[in-house]
């Protein structure tokens, strides 16, 4: 199934700024993965690991507080056997290689709004999507 150098399973979540979106996936799936698989986040404009993700993830016990963006470069995007992108608008992070590739189109929750409490609910929001996602993911993996 990999191409990995230590043999586990490879996923890696692309987005652009690798701030919101890619994070909070590759929070939640470093705390749901099976045991032996290999889980990174990069984006095509690394940027910084945004306080609102970092606090959504809180909230329901998940710490991505020592996480930083990374760019594409830095990921082992040539062992992965899946790369799951969360572009929605933007234009997402090419792959090339044999992954198997997934498009989550999610919104940019950063972008959801002037007023603060409208982004919390929007990290809050994609938070959630993606832990569902993810939940069917993991359980299509299993059988």
Not at 16 to 26: D, L, T
Not at 32 to 37: F, L, R, V
Not at 89 to 94: F, L, S, T
Not at 127 to 138: A, G, P, V, Y
Request: aromatic share 6%; hydrophobic share 40%.
């Amino acid at each position: 199934m990999t191409d990995s150098p230590q043999g586990y399973p490879t996923l890696i979540f692309l987005c652009v700024a690798n701030s919101a979106r890619s994070q909070m996936a590759e929070g939640l799936a470093r705390s749901a993965a099976p045991a032996g698989w290999r889980i990174y986040s990069a984006g095509s404009e690394p940027s910084v690991v945004h306080p609102l993700a970092i606090e959504a993830m809180r909230e329901i016990g998940i710490d991505i507080s020592a996480q930083r963006s990374k760019g594409i470069d830095e990921v082992p995007l040539g062992e992965a056997d899946v790369v799951i992108t969360l572009c929605a608008a933007e234009v997402c992070p090419a792959v090339s290689g044999g992954a198997q590739r997934l498009h989550w189109p999610l919104p940019d929750p950063a972008a959801q709004g002037e007023m603060i409490r409208y982004q919390v609910e929007a990290f809050r929001e994609t938070r959630d999507e993606i832990k569902r996602r993810l939940d069917t993911f993991w359980t299509e993996r299993m059988h």
